[in-house]
Structures are given as C-alpha cells and as structure tokens.
C-alpha cells in the first residue's frame, strides 16, 4: 500500500512539475494552529538544498511577530513517513536542526500521513521546539535528512510549523506571601547582625 501510494504521488509529480514559484509567505498567528510545508525534489528540482514549498512548488516561509513583552514557541515537525530531518532558518541564519533520528524508510517505516499528533507522539518522527523574544521573523527551512525507499533517498516528504505565544505565569497568592515573608525574614537576619556588630 505504501509503494502504491508513493508511486502515484511520485507520477503525479512528474506530470505537473513545474520550475518553482519565487515565494509563497504565510503570516502564522500564535494559536496554535497547525502549518503544513513539503520537500519535494521532482516539484522544486532546482532548489539545493530541498526547500520548504508549497504544492504549487514556491518556496514556502512563514512570518510571525513578537511583542514586546511576549516571548513564542514554534513547533517543527516531520509528518508523512519518519526519518526525515530538516535545517530550520530564521531570517535567513541556520537556527538549528530538528531532532535526530534514524533514516526511516518507506517499506518499514512509521507511516501517519498528515495526522499531526500522531506523529508527535511517536519519538521516530523528528521535531524541533525553538523559543522567540520579542522581533519579526521569517522561518524557512530544508530537508537534512531524507527516508529512503529501496536505499534510495526519497527526496520527498511533508512537515508542518505551529506557532504559541507565551506568557509569564501570574504568581498565586500563596507565592506572593512566601516571597514577602522571606524579604521580612532576611531583613530581620541582617538587621540582627548589624546590631551585633
């Protein structure tokens, strides 16, 4: 069923590949929302590295912009058939790689398709957690890694981003008492020991 699955993709590809559009820019919203992307060497072929793109074949980047005082989350994740990596950037600098895992290939692989917490719980599937302060950014990416199908690198995969701002916990009340009651505490010490002295 994979291979049948992988064949009809790849001769779909082949039918309309296309050279790949100049660039196709997503504004992602910290809501946590799911973000697909995929690599594709026969609908981007002159893209080196193998870019993030769309289904068109543009590459594809996604922005976002953090307040100030916000600090945010994003979510890379492989998706499709595991063993995939990828390179992520943030306006145009390495940020760094996702998480390593062993080359994974079609006939023997973890195979979850689009299913996003799927592939989350399932550790063979890589990913990368990358924190933000305040700034915009533009984050693309390329495949480091590629499953294989008979030895041969597939070249071809699926991913998605996700973005979560986040917000520093409101101390509890009991926390706040704990805090006062150590200042009370450490200057009553000190007072004590400049008495003495």
Not at 54 to 65: C, K, Y
Not at 81 to 100: E, I, K, P, Y
Not at 128 to 136: D, E
Request: glycine share 10%; hydrophobic share 50%; aromatic share 10%.
């Amino acid at each position: 069923m994979k291979r049948n699955r992988f064949a009809a993709a790849l001769a779909l590809a082949t039918a309309t590949a296309t050279a790949p559009a100049l660039a196709d820019t997503v504004t992602i919203a910290g809501d946590n929302a799911w973000h697909p992307f995929a690599v594709d060497s026969l609908l981007a072929p002159l893209a080196t590295p193998l870019r993030w793109i769309d289904d068109s074949g543009a590459l594809r980047t996604f922005t976002f912009s953090v307040g100030a005082g916000q600090s945010a989350q994003l979510t890379v994740l492989d998706l499709d058939f595991a063993g995939d990596t990828f390179s992520v950037f943030s306006n145009g600098a390495l940020l760094a790689n996702t998480s390593a895992v062993p080359v994974g290939s079609l006939e023997g692989s973890a195979d979850v398709g689009f299913n996003f917490a799927a592939a989350l719980a399932n550790n063979s599937f890589s990913r990368g957690l990358f924190s933000f302060g305040q700034g915009s950014y533009t984050i693309g990416g390329s495949l480091l890694q590629s499953a294989t199908f008979a030895g041969v690198p597939i070249e071809a995969t699926g991913g998605a981003v996700r973005l979560a701002f986040v917000t520093a916990p409101v101390p509890e009340p009991e926390t706040i008492s704990l805090l006062l009651g150590g200042f009370l505490a450490l200057g009553a010490l000190m007072r004590r020991r400049g008495i003495s002295r």
